[in-house]
T-cell receptor, first 112, second 114 residues
């Protein structure tokens, strides 16, 4: 059974701070990793994908992948109240599996 | 453009009704998906179409019937649903069903079964 674990939160950070969201996965052969943002009542929106060990930056977002430790994280710099949402981690496994396994999501609250 | 559209946005139906959800993408994606999402839960995969053929059915009850008329369209036909089927139904697409491409979600249909 492939598992993707996230702390459900809520993670509360002040405006302007760095929010750090973490995700661990069980399938050591996983190849592809995705972060989605989901506002309450809305659909998931893809914000980052990462495939190789290390950091990938896109604006205020940085995804970090460590395959040896089987974790992927998302850093949000200069957090804004509009970043308040649930962040879903999704992992695609090995063997050509193209169906992502989703974590339960971490609720982020950015307070002014 | 990474747009997936879904209609209707909201649907209320009785347990004896028949209705359909529609999904469309014009990105040339060859894999399309139906997910069901309950409040505070992750999306739950229902069906996958790859190159217009049903490739995955996650043991979904027969009251849900998917259809892929062409590479851009995906339908979900609903019949004799139960109140517990009330949820957000999400359509997604990806460039290919056999490689590591991102999935893009539509806005969803909020379904209420009365």
């Amino acid at each position: 059974q492939k598992e993707v674990e996230q702390n459900s939160g809520p993670l509360s950070v002040p405006e302007g701070a760095i929010a750090s969201l973490n995700c661990t996965y069980s399938d050591r052969g996983s190849q592809s990793f995705f972060w989605y943002r989901q506002y309450s009542g809305k659909s998931p929106e893809l914000i980052m994908s990462i495939y190789s060990n290390g950091d990938k930056e896109d604006g205020r977002f940085t995804a970090q992948l460590n395959k040896a430790s089987q974790y992927v994280s998302l850093l949000i710099r200069d957090s804004q109240p509009s970043d308040s949402a649930t962040y879903l981690c999704a992992v695609k496994g090995s063997g050509g599996s193209y169906i992502p396994t989703f974590g339960r999501g971490t609720s982020l609250i950015v307070h002014p | 453009d990474t747009e997936v559209t879904q209609t209707p946005k909201h649907l209320v139906m009785g347990m004896t009704n028949k209705k359909s959800l529609k999904c469309e993408q014009h990105m040339g994606h060859r894999a399309m998906y139906w997910y069901k999402q309950k409040a505070k839960k992750p999306p739950e995969l229902m069906f996958v179409y790859s190159y217009e053929k049903l490739s995955i059915n996650e043991s979904v009850p027969s009251r849900f019937s998917p259809e892929c008329p062409n590479s851009s369209l995906l339908n979900l036909h609903l019949h004799a649903l139960q109140p517990e089927d009330s949820a957000l139904y999400l359509c997604a697409s990806s460039q290919s069903g056999t490689a590591d491409y991102e999935q893009y979600f539509g806005p969803g249909t909020r379904l209420t079964v009365t």
